[in-house]
Each structure stands twice: as structure tokens, then as C-alpha cells.
């Protein structure tokens, strides 16, 4: 019942910002967290950041602290994922998810977006 579609994805230089979005629709939305995950090619997915819904506290992996921002709109039911300072290794695959549950392993979440192209050239 519950969909996420994310968006803003694009080809950004080394040291660029992007903005994604991530939009969520059903009739009871009402996670505990949501958040952002990423794939690289050959690689597992990995957790990026993290925000319960009602709280709006915020976890990040250590990889992104201090460039990336996440935040969410409750009124809108939208999560964004602001990324500054982009490297090239930040190149993946973002995808956003829910879930029922407070926690960063990508098992926990119950809902995923089909995922949006960042790419950062060097």
C-alpha cells in the first residue's frame, strides 16, 4: 500500500551538491524511521542517514557526516537527502525506505523507492 519514489538524482562534479526526494504516498503512512541507502555497482547496499518520522532525529554513516543533511516534511509525508561536498565514491544508486522499526540495517525497513542515479565525476 505504501509507495516511495525517489527523485533528483544527476551527474554532479567532485565537490557539487545535489538535492534528492524522496515522495510517499499510501493511506496510513506512518513510519517510525525513514531513510537513505545507496548501492554501488559490485557492491551491498549501505546505509547513508536516517530520521524517525515524528522526532526527526537523524543518524548518518560516517562515510557522509558533515556533508550530507537529512530531513523530512511530515505534512508532505517527503524525505530529502541533501548532499554537499560530493566525492566520487559517493557514486550509487539512492534509494529511499521506511520502516516500522528504529534502526539502520537495510533488513529493518518494510518499504523501497525503485532508487535514483547520483553520479560525481572526479
Known amino acids: 500500500q505504501v509507495q516511495l519514489v525517489e527523485s533528483g538524482g544527476g551527474l554532479v562534479q567532485a565537490g557539487g551538491s545535489l538535492r534528492l526526494s524522496c515522495a510517499a504516498s499510501?493511506?496510513?503512512?506512518?513510519?517510525?524511521?525513514i531513510g537513505w541507502f545507496r548501492q554501488a555497482p559490485g557492491k551491498e547496499r549501505e546505509f547513508v542517514a536516517a530520521?524517525?518520522?515524528?522526532?526527526?532525529?537523524?543518524y548518518y554513516a560516517d562515510s557522509v557526516k558533515g556533508r550530507f543533511t537529512i530531513s523530512r516534511d511530515t505534512a508532505k509525508n517527503t524525505v530529502s537527502l541533501q548532499m554537499n561536498s560530493l566525492k566520487p565514491e559517493d557514486t550509487a544508486v539512492y534509494y529511499c525506505?521506511?520502516?516500522?522499526?528504529?534502526?539502520?540495517?537495510?533488513?529493518?525497513?518494510?518499504?523501497w523507492g525503485q532508487g535514483t542515479q547520483v553520479t560525481v565525476s572526479s
Open positions: 499510501g493511506r496510513t503512512f506512518s513510519p517510525n524511521t
Open positions: 525506505a521506511a520502516s516500522s522499526k528504529v534502526g539502520v540495517a537495510s533488513r529493518q525497513y518494510d518499504y
Open positions: 530520521s524517525t518520522w515524528i522526532g526527526g532525529r537523524t
